[in-house]
DNA sequence: TTGACTATTCCATATTTCTCGAAATATCGT
DNA sequence: ACGATATTTCGAGAAATATGGAATAGTCAA
């Protein structure tokens, strides 16, 4: 990943309402979101949700596709892999004793602390 | 780590001078690196990147100390680890799918594709 | 204590980002 | 075609962020 993609992708993380909406997204699956179904569940004003989402999309974090009157958002899982990539490769360029704890992190089991995978 | 915590973390790096400082710091090591000499390499003016250190410092991403009459900024790795444990565990709240590539990733050989540890 | 050196703080300006109401666009069912 | 539903685009004001020059503060050596 490029740094000025990583710098786009981070910024657009970096508000509240963006991180809940991609939080939702991805804990929502490949099914996806309607626009209106995120407003609701976030309590955010539409006009607002769609700048919100235009940000991340933008940062190609989500994508969408038009079902019906609804477009529906989905998390893109393959540049938020790549983003954290990024970052791992910027920590990993230094020192052995930074990685290790974070492949200890990445590798654990799934099922321990609340998590479902 | 908290939301808000992360999402200041986010936004110090969504910053192309201070993603370029703190990757610096990071290949830097723990004896880090004056804020002067962090200047030329970066060719940031002074009161510049005075500033944003200090936004660097405010997100918890990077410590510093007095040495002389320089002040030495180093990276915080436990906070940069802290970070992506807390992007990756939104990520890993969802699907298998999504997870399995990031272990995978954080695993490999650190000596594969240009990484030294 | 004076002067050189290192770095931060202060300040004004420029730029960008955020937000939401109103209007516009797209789709569907009848 | 029409009315209802879903979402985006537009516009404009408010707020936050970025920048660099000048002034300030801490440290050292002689």
Chains 1, 2 share one sequence.
């Not at 919100?52 to 989905?74: C, E, F, H, P, Q």
């Not at 938020?80 to 990445?106: N, Q, W």
């Amino acid at each position: 990943m490029e740094k000025v993609i990583a710098i786009g992708a981070l910024g657009a993380l970096a508000h509240e309402g963006r991180l809940d909406v991609f939080r939702l997204l991805v804990r929502a699956g490949p099914e996806g979101m309607a626009a209106g179904e995120i407003a609701r569940s976030t309590g955010a004003v539409l006009s607002t949700l769609s700048a919100n989402l235009a940000v991340l999309t933008r940062a190609g974090l989500i994508g969408s596709r038009r079902d019906g009157r609804s477009i529906i958002y989905t998390a893109d899982y393959d540049q938020m892999r790549d983003l954290l990539g990024f970052l791992m490769e910027d920590c990993c360029g230094g020192k052995p004793e930074i990685c290790a704890p974070l492949a200890e992190l990445a590798s654990r089991p799934c099922t321990a602390e609340g998590r479902t995978c």
